[in-house]
């Protein structure tokens, strides 16, 4: 956990590792606490989740576009809990990410 902490990344030109990281914020951080315990799991995911990303931002040189986005990935994974269907606009928000990131790889 402490290398995750200690190096941030938006994989701004890597979209394979992009996915694999957004859809891991998603539905490992996000998605799962919520459908094991329930709704009641969102406030205590949202306070840890932007604590860690706060750590990243002020010691590990985190890029704020980047810490911002893996919070909506993780809180939108605890929603997608409660509302399956919201799965869908999610999946086109990452294809976004990675097609932007195709496009810019070079």
């Known amino acids: 956990m402490i290398g995750l902490?200690?190096?941030?990344s938006a994989y701004e030109k890597e979209p394979g590792k992009y996915l694999l990281n957004q859809?891991?914020?998603t539905y490992l951080v996000g998605f799962a606490p919520v459908f094991v315990c329930g709704w009641q799991?969102?406030?205590f995911i949202a306070m840890a989740y932007a604590f860690w990303e706060f750590l990243?931002?002020?010691?590990?040189?985190?890029?704020?576009?980047?810490?911002?986005?893996?919070?909506?990935?993780?809180?939108?994974?605890?929603?997608?809990?409660?509302?399956?269907?919201?799965?869908?606009?999610?999946?086109?928000?990452?294809a976004a990410g990675v097609q932007w990131r195709r496009e810019n790889a070079g």
Request: glycine share 6%; aromatic share 8%.
């Open 5 to 8: 902490l200690r190096s941030p």
């Open 23 to 25: 859809i891991g914020h």
């Open 41 to 43: 799991a969102i406030p």
């Open 56 to 94: 990243q931002l002020c010691w590990f040189d985190a890029k704020l576009s980047d810490c911002l986005e893996d919070l909506g990935h993780v809180m939108t994974g605890a929603f997608v809990a409660m509302f399956p269907a919201a799965a869908i606009p999610h999946l086109v928000l990452v």
